[in-house]
């Protein structure tokens, strides 16, 4: 048994979200992320994935419930005092980055911050370095490929130091190479640097390999949580959801993987 019990970095309560034409995309959502974790979001298109995301992100201030982030209500922090604790990273880095250069884009944050120009600089290459694409820095933002943007819509995330990372779909669209790098990227930020990660997927393969936890939704409501290998080799209920059951969990006799 841990001696420590680890801090909750984010939890939602009894959390409602309604879109403005009345959608009601998650009702009666209750999550906990200790710090640390890497936590994956898991269910099938229109479970409610981006839009918990983007509460999470106080991107929905009309929220019904609560969402504290580091024991504060969001809606009561500055936005800037809360995008210094968290970055979202969007499913198309191409909404995202608004700057000419790599470097700019990584210096934007800062830059808005208003810190002297030094300090500026040191944050934005301290964070290509993290991304592993210093040598980059001067490249055209429009010429770098899909999984380079992706990677400096995360640096672009730890220039202000910030500890929680938001990640809607982050291997959408890439190849299995784009794929490996970035997921390896956030797992050294994870290990390394002990960032929280919340990463929403579909793709259960990926969240059985590097999440520590994972949640289900369906319908905009959680329906399980807990550890992956406890929760995907649940074959009746992961077919229920519409989710294929990863190969390495599918021991018991559930229907055969599709290779996909
Ligand atoms: N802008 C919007 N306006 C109205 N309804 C929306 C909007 N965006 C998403 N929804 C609805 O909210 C629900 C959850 O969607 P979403 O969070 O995008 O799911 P996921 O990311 O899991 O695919 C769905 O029923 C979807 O149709
Ligand atoms: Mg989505």
């Not at 841990?2 to 409602?16: G, P, R």
């Not at 120009?117 to 980059?136: C, G, Q």
């Amino acid at each position: 048994m841990a001696l420590f019990k680890k801090a909750l970095t984010m939890i939602a309560k009894n959390l409602e979200v309604a879109y403005p034409d009345g959608t009601i995309a998650l009702s009666g959502v209750n999550i906990e992320i200790p710090e640390g974790k890497f936590y994956g979001l898991l269910g099938m298109n229109g479970s409610g994935k981006t839009t918990l995301l983007k509460a999470l992100a106080g991107l929905f201030p009309k929220y019904r419930g609560s969402i504290q982030v580091e024991s504060r209500e969001i809606r009561d922090y500055p936005a800037r005092e809360l995008y210094q604790r968290l970055g979202m990273v969007f499913h198309d880095p191409n909404l995202q980055l608004l700057s000419s250069t790599v470097f700019e884009e990584v210096a934007l944050g800062p830059n808005n911050l208003g810190l002297n120009p030094e300090e500026v600089k040191e944050r934005a290459w301290r964070s290509l370095a993290d991304v592993d694409m210093e040598a980059l820095a001067e490249k055209g933002i429009q010429r770098i490929s899909y999984g380079q943007k992706k990677r400096i819509c995360v640096a672009g995330m730890l220039t202000m130091g910030q500890r929680i990372l938001l990640l809607d779909e982050p291997t959408e669209g890439l190849d299995p190479k784009g794929e490996k790098k970035i997921m390896g990227l956030l797992m050294k930020l994870n290990k390394e640097k002990g960032i929280t990660i919340l990463m929403a997927t579909h793709h259960v393969e990926l969240a059985a390999q590097y999440c520590d936890s994972v949640c289900l939704l369906h319908k905009g409501k959680v329906e399980t949580e807990g550890r992956p290998e406890d929760v995907f080799s649940n074959a009746p209920l992961m077919e229920s959801l519409g989710l294929r059951v990863p190969f390495t969990f599918n021991i018991h006799g559930a229907a055969s993987p599709q290779l996909s």
